[in-house]
């Protein structure tokens, strides 16, 4: 909760700052971002309860708030250069990107669905206005415009499954202490089991489309491709943490009654993976490369979602931490290559290795990663996840999802085609580019460094990252 | 573990330093690794025991634990992985690419990760070291490959990883579906009970990575276009160690589930092995690439190898590991050899060369050596490795032993004419090109050389490191109980 109102507080400081000197927006949201998460590790403590009772801090919730937030600090803190296209606004950008961090910090504590409500709200609402907010660009517009209408259609379908869930039940809340909540609908319930069936289905519907889950994926590549880069870096990473927690909370929680579910969430699961894997294959522009391949990332996700066992919370979070660090790594070094020629094809990025070793060395270990290559934690998030599904396989009698593990496993080989051509490019074509790319300054590069460090080392501390979610 | 550490620290020395400095350092590197091994070896008691080198903890919840052992086969591996870099590092000491500490300190990547696929106990560690293998040589080959080699590499990466991660899934089922009571510890995997339809599904996992990475008759088609492609160093890694982590894997990791799944699995792999004996015989004698012939001919080869183990006899598993080695030491000493004539006649068409041996008798010498050794001559390392096989191959089959047989007639027909035409015949002009052979190219094939005769008169110390863990080994799988 306090870092919680750390981000906000810094927001509306970062909005006041900009007026006075648009240099020192960077800087106070940077140290803002910096003090929220030091305020989430000193918040580590015995779970509890606030905002009468409609948000629930557990550990899981402050990791993923952690995780969040330094998200938002690498991104912010990169983002010298990033950021010019914004002009006199970049502290309203900033502002309007804590402000989203604000409702994911929110959709990780949510105990109530008129919460996770706000949450999604207070998450899309900025991310509208800051998709468009390259305002002299055609694309960021049309981005911001295609995003806005189909994520106001989702929010709304999404909100109406929330009125026929308290149809249903007769309550807001989730699980936890409250003897009302909407696991007894049968307590209150008028409309019986298909009501609340249709009200659940709705709201599955709006939250894959926050995290851009096949079949409700179509808006995900001409938003990501439109988009700022730092925007489109912050969508493919906070989004669809927020996204994804929302919705592990919600399915643990009404403990998906009943197998349908699970079901659903599986065909949904290899939609994801195969759509995002074949539609990246024949792409030319790498940042719609990562777009698609956003979408698959968000079929591993959902795999894991099938086990309905809150064991799979440390799994996702470890995927996810995987999943981020790799993205933002490939993120900052495309928006330094695509900010300087101008364009965000493969073709930019020939003969970057001659050029910037480091820089390509670093994009080359956040893309093996990225595809599931060992030893990196890409490797160990996948691997996990499968293991649950086959361990979850081996307890049930059906045999559980064994077969949808075949479909990822055959589809992180599909996936290495499209990986690989970044690194073909850089390590083993011939420059063509006739704009020069400078040199990273140093301080980002060290950065990036730090993350591919992280990358490399994570798996060794997963046992203790397991431990802290159980504490 | 100082095997694994030492060449990763040194790897990552490579980064600091530039110029012959890395070339000599990445030199000492192997050759103290190399003087660690035999100091094992000979400190190894040759009873078949496994010596446990570290077991630590590692990802508890997940049941993997970081252990790393060693028995007699392994060993062997190990001394082949580490006799073979230094020899790699000295073929391609006066190249362009062999300068660049990048490539040096790849190669050693390379290293430290097959002596941890060599070495590792445990299922995941198993294959994160397999993995691990794979990424160096990508770069290797595709950094300083030859034409088309974005394409090729990228098949090739696809192609074995497409194969590794089924052996991921066979490991998740494994252990999943078994009754393993030491997470992915290998003994603990070999000894548990596995419903025997979800072993079959595991076995295939297993056997496809294998295959591929041999590579066994239909999925070799990556090979020689690989081979072709790399550079000298890159193909030889490639060679003379990498498709042993195949062999290898086969040995240690999917036998252990034959008990389960049936022998007819192994009669249809061994009528598979024998397939690519024909066809990679067949098929070699008709290239005019050298390195393409050699390429071809090693699918032979490996085929043989890979049917002596199908046996899963004594026999055929000592032929096996001891024609392992000498697989390596021919085949990196055939790709040495090539290597050697392209950088001084700049081609490798047979039809482009003749009478060598006139301007450098003593390079043909080596040559010849190495290549009496490959077609199992009497007195070579083949003969002693190749009789063995043949002679278990022909124990379990009769008609499979007799055309796994006519490899050695048809390795005589294509080494022989690759030697006809490249060595001998009258000197053509441009044979004025052919420098005398530098010392790192004496020191290399001098030791190939010296390697191929003495395994092929005394070939019992080789013998003698495997023989007691082999049958060990063997009546471990004998022991495995098969659920009802």
Not at chain 2, 145 to 159: A, D, H, P, V
Request: glycine share 10%.
């Amino acid at each position: 909760m306090i870092a919680l109102v750390t981000v906000l507080l810094t927001a509306i400081i970062t909005l006041f700052v900009n007026l006075v000197n648009t240099k020192w927006s960077r800087p106070v949201a940077t140290l803002g971002l910096a003090v929220a998460l030091g305020v989430c590790f000193y918040d580590f403590s015995n779970p509890y309860e606030d905002a009468s009772e409609m948000l629930y801090f557990s550990h899981a919730s402050t990791i993923f708030s952690g995780l969040t937030i330094l998200i938002g600090l690498i991104l912010i803190g990169t983002s010298e250069y990033s950021i010019t296209y914004a002009g006199k606004n970049r502290g309203d950008v900033y502002a309007l990107m804590l402000f989203s961090i604000c409702g994911a910090l929110i959709l990780f504590a949510y105990s109530n669905l008129l919460m996770l409500f706000l949450g999604v709200e207070i998450l899309s609402i900025p991310l509208y206005v800051l998709a468009g907010s390259d305002k002299d660009n055609l694309a960021s517009n049309e981005s911001s415009l295609k995003y806005f209408l189909q994520g106001a259609f989702a929010t709304g379908i999404l909100l109406f499954g929330i009125a026929l869930v308290y149809g249903a039940s007769g309550s807001f809340f989730i699980g936890g202490s409250k003897a009302n909540n909407i696991i007894n609908y049968q307590l209150y319930s008028g409309g019986g089991l298909t009501m609340f069936n249709m009200g659940v289905f709705m709201m599955m519907f709006g939250l894959a489309f926050k995290i851009a889950a096949a079949p409700f994926h179509f808006w995900s590549a001409d938003v990501y491709e439109g988009a700022p880069d730092l925007i489109t870096s912050f969508m493919a990473t906070v989004v669809k943490t927020a996204g994804i927690v929302a919705i592990t909370i919600f399915l643990l929680s009404i403990g998906f009654l009943n197998k349908q579910w699970e079901m659903t969430f599986a065909i949904m699961a290899g939609l994801s993976l195969v759509v995002g894997n074949f539609s990246a294959l024949k792409q030319m522009s790498f940042k719609r490369t990562l777009a698609y391949s956003s979408i698959s990332h968000a079929g591993y996700l959902m795999l894991g979602i099938t086990i309905n066992d809150p064991i799979i919370i440390p799994t996702l979070l470890f995927y996810l931490l995987a999943y981020s660090l790799s993205t933002l790594v490939l993120m900052i070094g495309m928006s330094w290559v695509a900010g300087h020629t101008g364009k965000h094809d493969f073709t930019a990025f020939n003969g970057l290795a001659k050029k910037h070793p480091i820089l390509a060395g670093l994009m080359a270990v956040a893309m093996l990663s990225m595809a599931g290559l060992p030893p990196l934690s890409g490797f160990f998030g996948k691997y996990f996840i499968f293991a649950e599904v086959f361990n979850q396989g081996a307890l049930s009698k059906d045999g559980g999802f064994w077969w949808l593990v075949l479909v990822a496993a055959i589809n992180s080989v599909i996936s290495i085609y499209y990986y690989f051509r970044i690194i073909i490019a850089m390590f083993f074509s011939p420059a063509i580019s006739e704009e020069e790319v400078p040199a990273m300054p140093r301080i980002n590069l060290f950065v990036l460094g730090l993350m591919c460090l992280g990358l490399l080392i994570a798996p060794l501390f997963a046992t203790q990252l397991y431990g802290l979610m159980f504490y | 573990m100082e095997l694994i550490l030492i060449p990763l620290f040194f790897a990552a020395v490579q980064f600091f330093v530039k110029g012959r400095t890395a070339s000599w350092l990445a030199l000492a590197s192997t050759l103290v690794s190399l003087g660690w091994t035999i100091c094992m070896i000979s400190g190894y008691a040759m009873d078949g025991s496994t010596v446990n080198l570290v077991d630590v903890e590692w990802l508890k919840f997940a049941g993997i634990r970081f252990t790393l052992a060693y028995d007699g086969i392994a060993l062997m591996m190990v001394l082949l992985t580490n006799l073979a870099l230094p020899i790699i590092l000295l073929a391609s000491w006066d190249r362009n690419y062999g300068k660049s500490p990048l490539y040096l300190g790849l190669a050693l990547l390379m290293q430290a990760a097959l002596v941890g696929v060599f070495l590792a106990q445990d299922g995941i560690l198993f294959y994160v070291f397999w993995e691990l293998a794979l990424i160096p040589i990508y770069f290797i080959s595709a950094i300083w490959g030859g034409e088309n080699k974005n394409r090729i590499t990228l098949k090739f990466f696809i192609y074995t990883f497409f194969g590794s991660i089924f052996m991921l899934v066979g490991l998740l089922l494994w252990k999943s579906y078994g009754s393993s009571t030491n997470g992915f510890a290998w003994m603990s995997l070999v000894q548990s009970q596995i419903p025997s339809d979800i072993a079959f599904w595991a076995f295939l996992g297993f056997a496809l990575a294998f295959a591929i990475k041999l590579p066994l008759f239909p999925f070799h088609t990556w090979q020689p276009d690989t081979y072709t492609v790399a550079p000298a160093g890159g193909t030889m890694l490639l060679s003379g160690i990498m498709l042993k982590m195949g062999l290898f894997g086969f040995i240690k990791w999917a036998l252990p589930l034959v008990p389960h799944v049936g022998e007819n699995m192994m009669h249809f792999l061994s009528v598979l092995a024998v397939i690519g004996i024909v066809y990679g015989s067949i098929i070699a004698i008709k290239q005019n690439d050298m390195k393409r012939l050699v390429a071809f001919s090693s699918m032979a080869h490996v085929g043989l190898i890979a049917a002596g183990i199908f046996t899963q006899s004594l026999e055929g598993l000592q032929g096996a590991i001891i024609q392992m080695l000498n697989h390596g030491i021919t085949a990196i000493g055939l790709f040495f050899v090539i290597d050697v004539i392209e950088r001084r006649m700049e081609t490798r068409e047979l039809t482009l060369l003749s009478g060598i041996a006139k301007v450098s008798p003593v390079f043909a010498v080596m040559t010849l050596i190495l290549v009496m050794g490959s077609v199992a001559v009497p007195l070579t390392n083949g003969f002693v490795g190749e009789f063995i096989l043949l002679k278990s191959v022909f124990d379990s089959n009769a008609t499979l032993g007799v055309i796994a047989g006519l490899t050695i007639i048809f390795c005589a027909v294509y080494l022989l004419r690759m030697v006809q035409f490249s060595l001998f015949g009258p000197s053509n002009a441009q044979n004025e090109k052919f420098t005398p052979l530098t010392w790192a190219e004496g020191i290399g094939l001098g030791t190939l050389c010296f390697f191929v005769l003495w395994i092929g008169i005394n070939p019992d110390p080789f013998f003698g490191l495997t023989e007691r863990s082999v049958s060990n080994l063997l009546s471990l799988f004998n022991a495995i109980k098969v659920m009802p």
